[in-house]
């Protein structure tokens, strides 16, 4: 069964920063695309950045210039760095991974916080 583990969500101040890692479990073979989302209290589930497995990245209005995707494919890992965070920011963030037969996994999500 496919995992996908979170981590470096927070607590953070306007202004600050903070990185989130989602790492996927071996069972997992290939991954085609690697993603991050977000789901503010009372709003939908939305797409923050996306890279594929050619490196290709995907970027929300809302975070360009702020946030930046990568990935480390012999650690089936993805990274979220973010910086200069704004209130706005605050959600639970969620990984997704999609294999290379089009199935989907997701990450149980870890909070952002920021403070004003």
């Known amino acids: 069964q496919v995992q996908l583990v979170e981590s470096g969500g927070g607590l953070v101040q306007a202004g600050g920063s903070l990185r989130l890692s989602c790492a996927a479990s071996r069972t997992i073979f290939v991954i085609r695309t690697m993603g991050w989302y977000r789901q503010a209290p009372g709003s939908q589930r939305e797409s923050v950045a996306t890279?594929?497995?050619?490196?290709?990245?995907n970027y929300a209005d809302s975070v360009k210039g702020r946030f930046t995707i990568s990935r480390d494919n012999a650690k089936k890992t993805v990274y979220l760095q973010m910086n200069d965070l704004e209130p706005e920011d605050t959600a639970v963030y969620y990984c997704?991974?999609?294999?290379?037969?089009?199935?989907?996994?997701w990450g149980k999500g870890t909070l952002v916080t920021v403070s004003a």
């Open positions: 890279i594929t497995s050619g490196g290709r990245t």
């Open positions: 997704k991974l999609t294999n290379i037969d089009g199935m989907d996994y």
